[in-house]
């Protein structure tokens, strides 16, 4: 089994920074790509950032520049790290990341409960 928790969420003012983490535990053979989405009230969950096991980012047009995403494969980690956070960032944030179990000779995609971020003075 392959279980995602993220944490670092929480109320920040507009100009803020917050880091969010998202650790993966359970019999884990290889982490493939790691990313992060999010899904504002009202709105369709989309890409924040991504990041492939060989380490090449991406990143939506919105939080280009203000974001860095950034792994760490020893402890199975995936960051998000967010500098001058507008309200329009408000939203829960989801981990997502495509792993293969050591039980299974296949790789799957699993998502995270995440975590809320809100932007707001």
């Known amino acids: 089994q392959v279980q995602l928790v993220e944490s670092g969420g929480g109320l920040v003012q507009p100009g803020g920074s917050l880091r969010l983490s998202c650790a993966a535990s359970?019999?884990?053979?290889?982490?493939?790509?790691m990313g992060w989405y999010r899904q504002a009230p009202g709105k369709q969950r989309e890409l924040v950032a991504t990041?492939?096991?060989?380490?090449?980012?991406n990143y939506a047009g919105s939080v280009k520049g203000r974001c860095t995403i950034s792994r760490d494969n020893a402890k199975n980690t995936v960051y998000l790290q967010m500098n001058s956070l507008k309200p329009e960032d408000t939203a829960v944030y989801y981990c997502?990341?495509?792993?293969?179990?050591?039980?299974?000779?296949?790789?799957?995609?699993?998502w995270g409960q995440g975590t809320q971020v809100t932007v707001s003075s």
């Open positions: 359970g019999s884990i053979f290889r982490l493939n790509a």
């Open positions: 990041i492939t096991s060989g380490g090449s980012t």
């Open positions: 997502r990341t495509t792993a293969q179990p050591t039980i299974a000779p296949y790789e799957y995609v699993y």
